[in-house]
């Protein structure tokens, strides 16, 4: 049970692109302070923000370190607190130059708007160091998430084993993507791109928008990376040719 929450929350946080950060206010002392703002997570739970000094929360962060961010699965119609919500409680602090590079490269190919950014003196990328999770799956599944269960492994390959698996499935393979965007989201698109790789699936950018896709296993090399990629393709082929024939 525990285990599935974790493995919800987290796969929560993968799908959602933006999510309420809540800070200390230094301007109305005591007051909690909410804005909403687009994030990246990486493979070991840790969350970026590319954000400006200008901005409150900017100001607030660099007060007090304390913060959060709430995300939540929005409800279309019916009862919200019967979709899942996670809030990841933690402390904020700049990313180092040395790191930030790497990351901020990841951040655009997700969201690809921000490379105006990039050159401007007053953004910086920060990430959220979590402390403490909290997960409410649906009524009655309610849990506090530790700091060392949240905190995953980091991944098996490098920098640039990874992206040339990116290059490779955008060169070769936008068929297969297409096959398994309409397969796990109904979304048709005859060139997506993959915009970022995890050990736990992958994001395939269609139409300004991010979508995961969740592996059946977490991968723990390149090649188990491919398996899964192929699995995931020859899945979404037979549910394309079943439908076919049904028409």
């Keep these: 049970m525990r285990e599935q929450a974790l493995n ?20 109305l002392r005591g007051y909690p302070f909410g804005s909403v703002t687009p994030y990246m997570c990486d493979e070991q739970g840790r969350i970026y923000f590319f954000i400006s000094d200008i901005a409150q929360h900017t100001k607030n962060l660099k007060q007090d370190s304390r913060m959060s961010l709430t995300i939540f699965d929005a409800a279309d119609y ?25 990351l901020l490269d990841k951040y655009i190919a997700l969201y690809p708007e ?6 401007a003196h007053d953004f910086q990328l920060w990430q959220l160091d979590v402390v403490r ?4 799956g649906g009524f009655g599944k309610i849990f506090w998430l530790e700091q060392n269960e949240w905190q995953a492994q980091p991944k098996k390959w490098d920098e640039s084993q ?9 060169e070769d393979h936008q068929d297969a993507m297409s096959l398994i965007l309409m397969q796990h989201y109904n979304v048709a698109d005859n060139t997506p791109i993959m915009s970022g790789l995890l050990p736990t699936g992958f994001y395939i950018q269609s139409h300004k928008r ?10 723990d090399s390149p090649l188990a990376v491919r398996k899964a990629l192929v699995a995931l393709t020859n899945q979404a082929r037979n549910s394309s040719n079943q439908l076919a024939q049904t028409v």
């Design 8 to 27: 919800d929350a987290r796969t929560l946080v993968f799908k959602t692109h933006a999510g309420v950060m809540s800070t200390i206010s230094n301007n």
């Design 78 to 102: 019916g009862d919200q607190n019967e979709h899942g919500r996670v809030t990841l409680v933690g402390d904020g602090s700049i990313v180092a130059k040395e790191q930030s590079e790497v």
């Design 114 to 119: 921000a490379a105006s950014y990039r050159n």
């Design 133 to 136: 999770v909290r997960y409410i």
């Design 162 to 170: 990874q992206q040339s698996m990116i290059t490779h499935m955008n």
């Design 210 to 219: 991010n979508y995961f896709i969740n592996f059946a296993n977490e991968c």
